[in-house]
């Protein structure tokens, strides 16, 4: 049982550059999410999805893209990368919404992105 | 919108003793969930405890037990007989119940001394 996966769990970009962070779960869980945990704060959300084809944004959009064409899968984007965007990033999957689950997040283990 | 404070950055606690994390939460929801989460040093987001606005009764799992004030917007956790295990940074969390959208303290790193 695998949860929720993030590759990769390092990566140094340097300015400008451009990549996408996986993550994938085996859940079956209809919402994901993107966070971002910058050093000694809480985490803040990226962008999020309720289902297949349905994204939104979050409260620190900016700089990052996603889509959601499989339940499974929920890549973050980022385009142009600058060094604001040195964070943690932390994506995550929830049950919502279905009857007899319980209401939490799971989460993948992380992504350290230094940008330089 | 809604807001999480965790007004403790850093709190230290001998082990075998009992600890309290505050949380306070602003929102004009009624139907919410609230969370502590535990991250370690390994980086992971543990589930700690979960309790729904609706429900009054508080949640309890294992050592850890909350004291859920709805009136107040207060969430804060319990954890007895503290372990070094214990030792991490604490998140209290809000989920509104129609967005699943979780909106995070900014985190109490909790110190277990032997």
């Known amino acids: 049982n695998a949860g929720v996966t993030q590759t990769p769990k390092f990566r140094i970009l340097k300015i400008g550059q451009s990549m996408t962070l996986q993550c994938a779960q085996d859940m079956n869980h209809n919402y994901m999410y993107w966070y971002r945990q910058d050093p000694g704060m809480g985490l803040k959300l990226i962008y999020y999805?309720?289902?297949?084809?349905?994204?939104d944004k979050g409260e620190v959009p900016n700089g990052y893209n996603v889509s959601r064409s499989t339940t499974e899968d929920f890549p973050l984007r980022l385009e142009l990368a600058a060094p604001s965007q040195t964070s943690v990033y932390f994506c995550a999957s929830s049950p919502i919404g279905r009857a007899g689950m319980n209401t939490e997040a799971f989460f993948g283990q992380g992504t350290r992105l230094t940008v330089v | 919108a809604q807001t999480v404070t965790q007004s403790q950055p850093e709190m230290s606690v001998q082990e075998a003793e009992t600890v309290t994390l505050s949380c306070t939460y602003d929102t004009s929801e009624n139907n919410y969930y609230l969370f502590w989460y535990k991250q370690p040093p390994s980086r992971q987001m543990i589930l700690v405890i979960r309790?729904?606005?609706?429900?009054?009764q508080n949640a309890t799992e294992n050592r850890f037990s909350v004291n859920f004030q709805k009136a107040a917007k207060s969430f804060s956790l319990k954890i007895s007989d503290s372990q070094l295990g214990d030792t991490a940074m604490y998140f209290c969390a809000f989920m509104k119940s129609n967005t699943g959208k979780l909106i995070f303290g900014q985190g109490t790193t909790l110190q277990v001394k032997p």
């Open positions: 309790q729904e606005a609706y429900k009054q």
């Open positions: 999805s309720v289902g297949a084809g349905i994204t």
